[in-house]
């Protein structure tokens, strides 16, 4: 049996580096200038950070880490590496047009395929990428609406959703209460840390210079200044640092961090794993409107996280926030309710994080040539794969290189301002309330929630 962590300590950062933060390195170790000056140690700034120095070697690139290479979301996540877009296609094509929806969509679900190709390429075993796609089930009859809403909208975007019946979403995961699901074949399993680490590694065999303890107070054209003073002079600055964005001086109001809570079993027996399925490691969900999410560890454990944690005031982040007793009993209790095969197991781990939810919920990539800023996120929980799509792209625009991925209808995209607060705070928490009631409701009716139509406006799609 694993050792009882305190709740914080995230499952995937054993072996790796403690929770504590890195020593902030002396002014003189840091250059004084660089070509391009990444602020930002998690999947964004590494992904671009690789795509530079693979297609652009003679740049020199300096990654700046406040706390240690994949503090922040991108080593606390569920390890889905999905071609999800939180905006839903009939959305995005309002806005953007049918052809650079399919556009997106499509390169989307190629990114999923290069992760694994880089995985391969740089020898990252300790990752774990297994491509067994998207389980999702419905549990009651308004969540079987949704599913089969899910499978006529993949149909007409290509998503490739696929409805199951009862007998086969169970044959993949013997859960209580099926009534039918989803698969979608375009997501992989990973160990999050573990594709950070490699990443990391990656850059510095290429040239690519990583500093962490590095925290940085503003980033600026043709500047970046640390917390302590030190100013680095840059030729392209590119903001890598989502939910901790609203940390930079005058970006509070650009994504709103709230934070996601998960949990993890001991690893689990074979003859249990033969009862509860998950063989090919799909990653699995259920149509609540409460997001859950969880996938089988590499080592053979559950890990299942989910939103309910409430929005901070202020747009605040504190290592407090990770542990929130009252949602991880939920999150244990919502997982036994599942798999009730699981009897006594022992959870070893509890810990979250903060994501960036844009107000839009729109992600985006971008770069001001003028200025020569670059920036990407608000991926509101589904970064794993998007992060690599931009760093791609980022890596395409600093380069001054147009390409198919330069045109893709991210690329640029503004979302408006959150709300000043309080409307923010009563807002995003209201929604995420509302979300919790709309589950109750459905559970006791059957039928779609009411609530549910007031969420979808709330949030603004």
């Known amino acids: 049996m694993s050792e009882l962590r305190p709740a914080g300590f995230p499952l995937w950062w054993e072996g790796y580096a403690a929770p504590s933060p890195a020593a902030v390195p002396p002014a003189e170790a840091l250059p004084s200038q660089a070509d391009v000056v990444i602020v930002g140690g998690g999947f964004t700034g590494l992904w671009t950070a690789y795509y530079l120095l693979r297609d652009a070697a003679h740049l020199s690139v300096l990654v700046l880490e406040a706390e240690h290479v994949g503090f922040g979301a991108s080593g606390r996540n569920g390890g889905w590496v999905s071609a999800l877009f939180p905006l839903g296609a009939d959305a995005l094509a309002a806005r953007h047009g049918a052809s650079p929806t399919r556009a997106l969509l499509s390169e989307l679900r190629h990114t999923v395929d290069q992760v694994g190709d880089v995985i391969a390429a740089e020898g990252i075993s300790e990752a774990g990428y297994a491509k067994g796609g998207t389980l999702c089930l419905a549990r009651n009859a308004a969540q079987v609406a949704r599913a089969k809403a899910d499978v006529a909208a993949g149909a007409v975007w290509d998503t490739g959703t696929l409805w199951l019946s009862s007998p086969e979403a169970t044959e993949r995961l013997a859960a209580t209460q099926i009534l039918g699901g989803t698969w979608n074949p375009h997501c992989a399993r990973i160990q999050p840390r573990a594709l950070v680490e490699g990443l990391a590694a990656a850059v510095r065999a290429r040239g690519g210079r990583i500093a962490e303890g590095a925290r940085v107070a503003s980033a600026a054209p043709g500047?970046?200044?640390?917390?302590?003073?030190?100013?680095?002079?840059?030729?392209?600055?590119?903001?890598?640092?989502?939910?901790?964005?609203?940390?930079?001086?005058?970006?509070?109001?650009?994504?709103?961090?709230?934070?996601?809570?998960?949990?993890?079993?001991?690893?689990?027996?074979?003859?249990?794993?033969?009862?509860?399925?998950?063989?090919?490691?799909?990653?699995?969900?259920?149509?609540?409107?409460?997001?859950?999410?969880?996938?089988?560890?590499?080592?053979?454990?559950?890990?299942?996280?989910?939103?309910?944690?409430?929005?901070?005031?202020?747009?605040?982040?504190?290592?407090?926030?990770?542990?929130?007793?009252?949602?991880?009993?939920?999150?244990?209790?919502?997982?036994?309710?599942?798999?009730?095969?699981?009897?006594?197991?022992?959870?070893?781990?509890?810990?979250?994080?903060?994501?960036?939810?844009?107000?839009?919920?729109?992600?985006?990539?971008?770069?001001?040539?003028?200025?020569?800023?670059?920036?990407?996120?608000?991926?509101?929980?589904?970064?794993?794969?998007?992060?690599n799509l931009a760093g791609r792209t980022l890596a395409d625009l600093v380069t001054n290189r147009c390409s198919p991925l330069t045109a893709l209808p991210w690329v640029n995209h503004r979302s408006p301002s959150w709300e000043p607060e309080p409307l923010r705070w009563l807002g995003v928490n209201a929604g995420l309330r509302l979300a919790a009631l709309a589950d109750a409701e459905e559970a006791r009716t059957g039928r779609p929630a009411r609530l549910a139509r007031l969420l979808s406006t709330l949030i603004g799609h």
């Open 223 to 387: 500047v970046v200044t640390l917390s302590d003073g030190t100013r680095i002079r840059a030729g392209h600055v590119i903001r890598a640092t989502e939910a901790y964005t609203a940390g930079l001086a005058g970006l509070r109001p650009r994504l709103a961090p709230v934070y996601s809570l998960m949990v993890a079993t001991e690893p689990l027996p074979h003859s249990t794993w033969a009862e509860i399925g998950l063989a090919q490691r799909e990653v699995f969900s259920d149509y609540r409107h409460v997001i859950v999410y969880g996938q089988r560890t590499p080592d053979d454990r559950l890990a299942f996280g989910g939103r309910s944690a409430p929005y901070h005031w202020g747009s605040a982040i504190r290592p407090g926030f990770d542990q929130d007793a009252t949602v991880f009993a939920l999150l244990r209790a919502a997982l036994r309710e599942l798999l009730p095969q699981l009897g006594d197991v022992t959870f070893t781990h509890a810990w979250g994080g903060p994501l960036g939810i844009p107000r839009d919920w729109h992600p985006s990539v971008g770069y001001d040539a003028s200025a020569r800023v670059g920036w990407a996120g608000g991926y509101v929980g589904d970064g794993v794969a998007a992060t």
